[in-house]
């Protein structure tokens, strides 16, 4: 294993002084139990937004804590989600008295550390709504699995739902508008190359030279199929063709295109499926009204791409437009 | 002479498990975790996500830290702790899950000074049934229940049956092999490794397998080397 790190056990904690030593005009970060948080949480009156999950996504989730997205995110070790006592925490500490809403990504761990964490909050009087993610179109057969995964709509669904938040909404409605998000929205991913988890030392699958995996999710899990690689026109198709269906997208619908970097794969890369899949989608009479591309929802190393579609609606465009003031993700400040 | 009441066949217990026993249990789990982190994240990588071994070891670790504080305490307590305990420092779905073994073995075991083997059955039975709707999973879906499952219906057999003290933990302890033996063709329904479909079979699941080490671990530090009833 090669890697920029000093001891495998120490790599979430050193990021996270990292990350309180690069951005104090934006966040503070809570040591033990771990949890980043805005720098001027609580903010009074307003819905807060919690998320988390396992570390190695960067920048999501602690990158999107700030004005405008998100108001905490707990980081659990490399891959695994957080613990009860960290939701916990982050939920108190930035419970500004209108309620706090979990974003949950949909994974075993995940949902059920959410829950006993929602459900200690609700017992000292915080209010407490949870929305879970499940954009991953890879998952066919929900019935006889944990259920699809949360993906790359997080990103989006952190962003959007943050932006509501500000704006002075109420719980029940920055809740219903995540569900919004999450029942037009839909991804799927590839993967090059697996990665390697820091303590485990060696890649977690073994993909040779000239094969890649389609529809993996976002922890070094094998996906679905295995097959010969392609070039990138043909893979964006493969991605891009289950996404559209599932939904489904159709002509006449604008949406948003999320070309996202399985965190090794460059722009370069990312800007020639970009091309592919706007060429697509034009054929098929769906428009592109906004974008987002590059490394914002990642696998550590990994090389490979995901794509998310959203459909858009005025609603979403001024929410996506809104200001957004975050370590990961600014513009319009 | 003891009398369960939920085997009221079962009367002739003179051997029990302490609250001595309890703590060795735990602490030698601790080390065959210690010892199996490769193994377990092994297995972890071909089916999930390569974090099992070590979160478990994070959290067996934290629980040795917190043991010597106990050792005073009643048997309870020291389960409630070492549940709480993994439940801060464990995450991933095995937090929770085995936070709830030990949350439940503490609840159903509560005021007792030493525990006989119905006590035992009664109190795994519960942690089971806390692992099930913690993570919503039957029998078959290729998680800890399948390793779980088996070891709890063994020990009541073995009650009914009036078997000694060491053969019953032995049978829970075999039957939890079985169990987790019998997760390699599944297909996996529930947990990350249900995202793989059908190539989820042929695996051993690695929630199955620390599940087993729990109860083998104590059939082996509980055995008292004789056959008394």
Known sequence: MKKLINKPEDVVLEELQGIELAHPDLVKVHYDPNFIYRADAPVKGKVAIVSGGGSGHEPMHGGYVGKGMLDAACPGAVFTSPTPDQVLEATKTVDGGAGVLHIVKNYTGDIMNFEMAADLARGEGIEVEAVVVNDDVAVED???????????????????????????????????????????????????????????????????????????????????????????????????????????????????????????????????????????????????????IGPYITSLEMAGASITLLKMDEELKKLWDAPVLTPGMRWGI | MLVSPDFPNVTRFTVAISKEDVLNWIKTYAQVIAENEAFLTDLDAQIGDADHGANMNRGFKAVLTKLPAQEDKDISTILKTVGMTLLSTVGGAGGPLYSTIFLELGKTLADKEEIDLADWANALEAAEKGVQNRGKAVPGDKTMVDALEPAVAALKEALAQNLSFDEALQKSAVAAHEGML???????????????????????????????????????TWAKQNTHK
Not at chain 1, 161 to 188: F, I, P, T, W, Y
Not at chain 1, 236 to 264: C, Q, R
């Open chain 2, 182 to 220: 019998a997760t390699i063709p599944l297909v996996a329904r529930k947990g990350r490794a249900s995202y793989l479909g059908e190539r989820s079979a042929g695996h051993q699941d690695p929630g199955a397998t620390s599940t087993y080490f729990l109860i083998d671990t104590a059939a082996k």
């Open chain 1, 142 to 292: 929900s019935l006889y699995t944990a259920g699809r995964r949360g993906v790359g709509l997080t990103v989006l669904m952190e962003k959007i739902v943050g932006a509501a938040a500000e704006e002075g909404r109420s719980l029940k409605e920055c809740a219903d508008l995540a569900r919004k998000v999450n029942s037009q929205g839909r991804s799927m991913g590839m993967a090059l190359t697996s990665c390697t988890v820091p303590h485990v030392g060696k890649p977690t699958f073994d993909l040779p030279e000239d094969e890649m995996e389609i529809g993996i999710g976002i922890h070094g899990e094998p996906g679905r199929t295995r097959m010969k690689i392609q070039p990138a026109d043909k893979i964006t198709e493969l991605l891009l063709k289950p996404i559209v269906e599932d939904l489904p997208f159709k002509a006449g619908d604008e949406v948003l295109l999320f070309v996202n970097s399985m965190g090794g794969t460059p722009l370069i890369e990312l800007y020639i499926v970009y091309r592919k899949a706007f060429k697509l989608l034009e054929e098929m009479g769906i428009k592109v009204v906004r974008n987002l």
